[in-house]
């Protein structure tokens, strides 16, 4: 029975070794998130455009209570010093300070995070083809940077980034 139980500590020990602890799961065909990693990444389905993702950008981020405060058009910058953007690169902000103002009123600091940041990018996929991604700057990886963030600012960087991640989700298949 000893050796029975041991046996069974060992193996839920070496699975817990195994397990990845640094991922969150995020479901609905949507990419895991690295813990470790500062960038979320997703790639847009195929058929929506560049357009319609920036149609279903503005729609649904302002369903979701946030404002675009500036957008920053990378690719277009590039082409004007005569360098190839090899596709679409910009970002875009957003910002809902109900969602992120605690963080802010605890940590002053954290404003040279803000506003959040959506990249929208094109890069070759496996088969060298240009793919359009969506990439996000993660708040609750951003909150590493304060000394001792307190758990609201922690409650409130954790909703700002789920929040995200849903507008992402929809955004990606081209939803309104």
Request: negative net charge.
């Amino acid at each position: 029975m000893r050796l029975f139980i041991c046996m069974l500590c060992w193996l839920s020990i070496s699975l817990a070794w195994a397990a990845p602890v640094h991922v969150r799961v995020i479901g609905h065909g949507m990419p895991d998130v690295d813990l470790d990693n500062a960038i979320y990444e997703v790639p847009v389905k195929p058929g929506v455009t560049y357009h319609d993702l920036v149609d279903s950008l503005k729609s649904i981020s302002e369903g979701m209570n946030f404002v675009n405060p500036a957008n920053f058009p990378i690719g277009e910058h590039m082409k004007l010093r005569g360098q190839d953007p090899q596709g679409v690169k910009e970002v875009r902000t957003f910002c809902n300070l109900s969602m992120g103002t605690e963080i802010i009123l605890d940590h002053p600091e954290f404003l040279v995070f803000a506003p959040c940041r959506l990249a929208i990018y094109e890069k070759p996929d496996a088969s060298g083809k240009r793919q359009l991604y969506l990439g996000l700057d993660r708040p609750t990886h951003d909150l590493k940077n304060i000394k001792q963030p307190t758990a609201r600012a922690q409650a409130s960087a954790q909703q700002l980034e789920d929040a995200l991640i849903e507008l992402m989700e929809k955004a990606r298949r081209g939803d309104f």
